[in-house]
């Protein structure tokens, strides 16, 4: 517990120097969550909250960040299942910062275009048009994906991602209100 404490208060310390120094900077932070939202290998759950929801391991640190910070970073998660923990995770957040605008971070989401465009958010996109490289018997390494979802034939995903965001930017958490659906639907 203390060493968790040393480090949100390098972190507020460093947040407050940023502001003093060069309020321009950009101060992206992560709470470290894991590839997989908590319980993911129970197939008789009802619902599979991310470790951002409420009640859950990162909710208070998550929300405490989130006042400091200018991009919150949700990631990372396992490769084949990004977008449904992604949205997971963020709706969790999103949730529970709407119309505050103490929660001025950004959600940064692992390189899922579609799917920050739709949500406000950024992406870390980790795509690059090389094809060959990060590869083992065509499959890619890092996204494990094979033949026309490898992320080498995608690019256009991440350009027309960056067009959009010149016309309706990602915003902050705590910008605006937020409806989702109070079910869950869970593939049995």
């Not at 009802?46 to 640190?61: E, H, N, R, V």
């Not at 991009?71 to 957040?93: C, E, K, W």
């Not at 048009?129 to 996204?143: A, V, W």
Request: with cysteine; proline share 5%; hydrophobic share 35%.
């Amino acid at each position: 517990m203390e060493n968790r404490r040393w480090r949100y208060g390098a972190f507020l310390q460093l947040s407050a120097a940023k502001q003093e120094l060069f309020p321009a900077l950009q101060l992206e932070y992560i709470n470290g969550t894991g590839p997989f939202n908590e319980h993911w290998d129970d197939p008789n759950r009802s619902s599979y909250p991310s470790p951002f929801d409420i009640g859950q391991a990162k909710q208070a640190s998550m929300l405490r960040i989130l006042q400091y910070t200018d991009v919150f970073r949700t990631y990372d998660v396992a490769p084949l299942l990004f977008s449904t923990i992604t949205m997971q995770r963020v709706n969790d957040i999103l949730k529970q910062t709407q119309n505050n605008p103490a929660y001025i971070g950004i959600l940064n989401i692992q390189d899922d275009p579609q799917v920050a465009a739709g949500m406000g958010c950024l992406i870390a996109s980790k795509r690059h048009p090389n094809f060959g490289e990060r590869t083992l018997d065509g499959k890619d390494l890092h996204h494990q994906m094979r033949g026309k979802h490898m992320v080498q034939w995608r690019m256009n995903e991440v350009e027309r991602f960056g067009r959009w965001q010149r016309i309706a930017p990602a915003f902050a958490a705590g910008i605006g209100s937020y409806l989702s659906s109070e079910n869950d639907l869970i593939d049995r």
